[in-house]
């Protein structure tokens, strides 16, 4: 009898093991005419299970039965449903939603320097077309695209109050700079690439971004660049490399590029997470809250034992959800972010002080302190203001703990008040426009992101006026530095995280080169100049390094040398090239004074040379970004 029963045990224990076993689905999201369709939400109907498609459409999902149900969606497109009913793999097509729009009204996102309109063109396939300001609306599409207020059955003129608040602060670019005048450029890195992710977002809804939400150094650093790994004792190599500007034959290109050093996952120092998570009420949306527990979710699943979590939630007051909790407990941490909902104000400076006390309440000697928050960065309660919150950030950041900002969301986005949080609080900015970016983050990129290898990472250049007569930085508007600061290591810098690359690259004009974008001021009569050191001839310029480890005050300097050595454009490597054709993208979309001669075309041209082998798919993408935006803009 005793026997039986422990056969029936048995039984039932492998019934019920092999009845939950999850099945693996994997499929293809394409249009009606077959080209591949990026960022569709896939769901498990009635479940939080789900995914989005990559750069070629395709997808995978374990799912919890063979007859589960899958919902296929994105804005402007018609909703899927399909029923397994055993199958493991599956390819939709999805069209466009039968109600479209006589006209849209775009009104553009509002800066603390400025406000204006805008009206951004709109491909067919997703059922929109271009308008202009203070133009009705009919026929009832119910959702939000970025940049786009949508409303009622009835015609009616939308109000300022009804359209996007979007924040982003103006970009005035770097421009060209004399040698004999300034012969030295300084700045703090950045690698960040939350702008080009945000910018996407608005390119996959149909709409040209603002100038001012392209920050083309975040562009260039959103993607990863094969440079050597470090050696010795320095935490990131150095790699350099020139060649003449595509988009200006007068000119030439010198990149910088910085590799981190890359540290395996059970050699990265124990972590104390403070999750400080925004459930204010403007956070209800489906790709604000619920896409942040998602986002969560693929992290706490990242956690070892020696990891601690704890939760922290702001809304109209700031709340301990979760006291710091073992990473080997991920069902309780799991559990504490499932039963997370939005609603109310938003008191988002009272949530970053409980954070940063809960952080040093748990601090770990030598391990990795830091804060994670999610948001989409419209404070309206407490300490609110710009400037309140960044002198808090500057205050909580000299007890050990980084910072790193998730932005989610659209509509009400407010990007230059996520910069300002992360770039003062040793930390990152990453938005999060899907599951596809948020595996980027915080799986594909865990340690870079989460984990700093040197902080207050500074640069400073000097040209050779023999050989180099103006020069001007791409990018890093928001990150120079005066000449001075370099040597003062109490001036804040970025930082870098393990495996991170970043690439700087100045475009050249060689010396004995006219050029109109050198403008010339009246000789001045009192200055002397001062004494030198003796430099080769061949020397194009020196570049000065300065950083320091995580935990130390006190910077080490690194100097390396460039040498007047041209390789043509077409033997450069994979990276330089690359880099050429996201810089070109960006000065495009941002309608750049020097963007010469470049064109959508020769991006595509460039990109297209230099995908190497792209295994996450990040560079296709971006070829089939660029296509789009070149048909829009021709509309």
């Known amino acids: 009898m005793r026997y039986l029963f422990f056969a029936c045990v048995v039984i039932i224990a492998f019934t019920s093991q092999t009845t939950t076993k999850e ?3 994997t499929g293809t999201v394409t249009d009606e005419k077959g080209a591949p369709l990026i960022h569709v939400s896939v769901m498990e109907k009635g479940t939080k299970n789900g995914t989005s498609t990559d ?15 899958l919902q296929f969606s994105f ?13 493991v793999s599956v390819s939709i097509k999805m069209k466009p939603t039968e109600h479209h729009l006589s006209e849209v009204v775009v009104i553009g996102y509002s800066s603390p320097r400025y406000k204006k309109d805008l009206s951004y063109p709109s491909p067919k396939i997703y059922g929109y077309q271009s308008g202009v300001p203070g133009s009705s609306v009919d026929y009832l599409l119910q959702g939000r695209v970025a940049g786009v207020s949508i409303a009622g059955k009835r015609k009616r003129v939308q109000t300022d109050k009804e359209m996007n608040t979007e924040d982003y602060d103006g970009i005035i670019e770097n421009r060209f700079h004399r040698v004999t005048d300034e012969p030295l450029s300084t700045f703090s890195i950045d690698v960040d690439g939350a702008s080009y992710s945000n910018v996407r977002r608005m390119i996959n809804a149909g709409q040209l971004p603002p100038a001012d939400a392209v920050r083309i150094e975040e562009f260039i650093n959103y993607f990863k660049y094969k440079y050597p790994q470090p050696q010795g004792n320095d935490p990131f190599s150095i790699t350099t490399e020139m060649s003449n500007c595509p988009w200006n034959e007068k000119h030439k290109l010198v990149m910088v590029g910085l590799q981190g050093k890359q540290m ?20 209800e949306d489906p790709n604000k809250l619920p896409l942040v ?20 939630v702001y809304a109209g007051a700031a709340g301990l959800v979760l006291p710091s909790t073992s990473g080997m407990n991920k069902e309780k941490i799991l559990a504490a972010i499932d039963n997370l909902s939005a609603g109310g104000s938003t008191a988002g400076g009272a949530g970053i002080q409980l954070a940063y006390r809960t952080a040093k309440e748990n601090f770990k000697k030598q391990g990795n302190n830091r804060v994670i928050l999610c948001t989409d960065g419209d404070f309206n309660v407490g300490i609110s203001s710009d400037g309140e919150l960044e002198r808090m950030i500057e205050e909580e950041r000299k007890s050990g703990v980084f910072l790193t900002v998730l932005g989610y969301g659209m509509g009400n986005y407010k990007d230059n008040k996520m910069q300002k949080l992360a770039d003062k609080g040793n930390g990152n900015h990453a938005y999060i426009d899907g599951m596809n970016e948020a595996k980027k983050v915080l799986v594909n990129e ?19 006026p023999s050989i180099v007569a103006g020069y001007r930085l791409i990018g890093y508007e928001n990150r120079m530095l005066n000449k001075e600061d370099f040597n003062n290591d109490k001036k804040d810098a970025g930082d870098l995280g393990s495996g991170h690359t970043v690439t700087a690259i100045y475009e050249i004009i060689p010396a004995g080169v006219e050029d109109e974008f050198l403008e010339d001021v009246d000789e001045l009569k009192y200055q002397q100049h001062k004494k030198t050191k003796k430099g080769s001839a061949r020397e194009m310029m020196t570049i000065k390094f300065r950083y320091k480890s995580p935990e130390a005050e006190t910077s080490k300097l690194i100097v390396h040398t460039v040498a007047d050595t041209i390789t043509a454009l077409q033997n450069t490597s994979e990276n330089f090239r690359f880099a050429c054709a996201v810089v070109q993208f960006g000065m495009l979309l941002r309608n750049s004074e020097f963007k010469g001669n470049a064109s959508y075309e020769r991006v595509i041209q460039l990109a297209n040379s230099s995908l190497g082998k792209d295994e996450e798919g990040y560079r296709k993408e971006f070829v089939k970004l660029v296509h789009f935006v070149s048909s829009i803009s021709k509309k």
């Open 55 to 69: 750069a070629n459409g395709l997808f995978q999902l374990k799912v919890s039965k063979p007859n589960a149900v």
């Open 293 to 312: 527990k998602a986002s969560l979710r693929l992290l706490v699943n990242q956690l070892r034992e020696q990891d601690h979590v704890a939760i922290v």
């Open 446 to 464: 865990f340690g870079g992101t989460l984990f700093t290898i040197a902080k207050d990472v500074k640069l400073q250049i000097e040209f050779n």
């Open 75 to 87: 804005v402007g497109l018609e909703t899927v449903e399909v029923k397994l009913g055993g199958k």
């Open 23 to 25: 099945i693996q689905i």
């Open 264 to 283: 395996s996952t059970e050699n990265l120092p124990p972590s104390n997470l403070v999750f400080l998570i925004d459930v204010s009420g403007s956070m």
